[in-house]
């Protein structure tokens, strides 16, 4: 069966220390990987996403994530995380481009200053 | 950026009673648009795709006579929930995609309370 699982439910942070977000999914053939990200009173909005190419992909507010096809996983980092960045954090997986998405539980992110 | 609403925000019902969910795409053509329900501590569950003049393709386990979905142009599509009963409270999510990329952008959702 197709399914996204986000590892963390809650994360506090203080500010400037080092994210690290995991997300395994399982899904049979050619994958799409996404991050969304939503603020608080806000929409969910496209932090960044994997086609194909470089498994290392960059999105907005340095945000960054790493497809590893070989442990199923695409866990998202930032290295210095603000106060700002307190939102939560969904993963999702797709087989054709934004078409049918499955979404993790998503992660709520705290961060102290 | 893309801006997507949905009308009402908010909800209350009486159990048996009918009620409609507006979303709409404010400053793009959506031709497709797509339903989702959140339970709470959950994810986003995808309930159903909907392309602009055709009929909605309704997820494994989704009552489509319960959940009707129009999308008669392409900058709205309606959700009703028929005869909504308690255990249709929920957070019901809308996004809307159109263009080359096929994005997704979202709606800020609408919290329905059936009594």
């Known amino acids: 069966a197709q399914s996204v699982s986000q590892h963390n439910h809650h994360v506090i942070l203080s500010e400037a220390a080092s994210l690290e977000l995991g997300c395994n999914y399982s899904?049979?053939?050619?994958?799409?990987l996404f991050w969304y990200v939503q603020y608080p009173g806000q929409h969910l909005q496209l932090l960044l996403k994997y086609f194909s190419g470089d498994p290392l992909v960059k999105g907005i507010k340095g945000f960054e994530a790493e497809f590893i096809k070989s442990k199923f996983s695409f866990n998202l980092r930032k290295p210095s995380v603000q106060w700002s960045d307190t939102a939560e954090y969904f993963c999702a997986v797709g087989g054709g481009g934004y078409n049918k998405l499955i979404f993790g539980a998503g992660t709520r992110l705290a961060v102290h200053p | 950026g893309a801006v997507v609403s949905q009308h009402p925000s908010r909800v209350i019902c009486k159990s048996g009673t009918s009620v409609k969910i507006e979303c709409r795409s404010l400053?793009?053509?959506?031709?497709?648009m797509f339903w989702y329900r959140q339970f709470p501590k959950q994810s986003l569950m995808l309930m159903a795709t909907s392309n602009e003049g055709s009929k909605a393709t309704y997820e494994q386990g989704v009552e489509k006579d319960k959940f009707l979905i129009n999308h008669a142009s392409l900058t709205l599509s309606t959700l009703t929930v028929t005869s909504a009963h308690p255990e249709d409270s929920s957070f019901y999510i809308c996004?809307?995609?159109?263009?080359?990329?096929?994005?997704?952008?979202f709606g800020p959702g609408t919290r329905l309370t059936v009594l």
């Open positions: 996004s809307a995609s159109g263009g080359a990329s096929g994005e997704q952008f």
């Open positions: 400053d793009f053509q959506a031709t497709t």
């Open positions: 899904y049979g053939g050619t994958v799409n």
